[in-house]
């Protein structure tokens, strides 16, 4: 909660800060490309993250001049980033657990993951396209679904809805799965309203930062996600040494999320 709470405001902070620019300029009126690059630049550096709960320390430091990538290089070596990549870097991750999150919770493919839609929000619940809430048969509970598409093992797109949890009736509780729709939906609304477009999770063409035009957005594929998921564990999960090279697939969360499931009584 605290680092996706961090990354979106980090975020917005870069947004304001590049359209806003440097009007405090003497010369001009400081709205050039390089005086929203500089601006953005020093927002982003001056952000400050907060501590986990129970703790003392920010989770994350401080931006830097320059860090270093989750990623390697087709060599093998470090990639070393600019205060604006590793913002980027940060909503990936973000984008990495979330999705990680919503697979493993509902035993969703990754292809249907990618499918998944955020307009048009739901006007009484604020809650994304994709979410939908049921009373259950006892009155007792609101049943979560999460809706949309399967693209395997059918002749045409078909369909359907997964089971994402439930609460007491009357209440605001959401469970896991659907913070983190919510929190998707929250992630990706600038660049999916630049690029005009309604998916849940949108790519970012290009490798150089954010996005600052609609051409640099599309659509997200599983291919790209799974190399997110793997980059993600890695960082962020202590793996033994033996496994530190696991080839990890994300049909593996569906898997482990039958067999919970056949396991429960």
């Given amino acids: 909660d605290t680092p996706s709470a961090d990354i979106l405001a980090l975020q917005q902070r870069y947004i304001d800060a590049y359209a806003e620019g440097l009007p405090s300029l003497r010369y001009g009126p400081g709205d050039s490309e390089s005086s929203r690059g500089i601006a953005a630049n020093l927002a982003v550096r001056a952000f400050q993250f907060s501590p986990l709960t129970g703790t003392q320390q920010p989770w994350h430091e401080r931006i830097q001049e320059e860090g270093i990538s989750t990623a390697r290089s087709r060599r ?47 006007p009484d619940t604020g809650l994304p396209a994709c979410v939908e809430i049921q009373l259950s048969r006892s009155g007792l509970y609101d049943v979560f679904y999460i809706k949309g598409l399967v693209y395997k093992l059918t002749p045409s797109y ?108």
């Fill in 158 to 265: 078909k369909e359907a809805k997964w089971v994402a949890g439930l609460r007491p009736h009357g209440t605001d509780y959401l469970p896991p799965p659907v913070r983190a729709v919510v929190t998707l939906e929250r992630l990706f609304k600038p660049w999916r309203d630049m690029a005009g477009k309604s998916d849940l999770i949108v790519s970012m063409k290009n490798n150089c930062g954010l996005p600052k035009c609609a051409g640099s957005i599309g659509q997200v594929n599983a291919e790209k996600l799974g190399i997110g998921y793997r980059d993600w564990m890695r960082k962020y999960v202590a793996l033994p040494k033996e496994v530190k090279d696991w080839h990890l697939t994300s049909h593996q969360w569906r898997k482990s999320f039958v067999l919970y499931t056949i396991r429960t009584d």
């Fill in 76 to 122: 093998g070596e470090a990639v070393h980033l600019g205060p604006i990549q590793q913002v980027r870097q940060l909503v990936m991750e973000l984008r990495d657990a979330c999705a990680i999150a919503l697979q493993a919770f509902v035993g969703m493919r990754i292809s249907e993951v990618c499918g998944l839609q955020a307009y048009p929000l739901n």
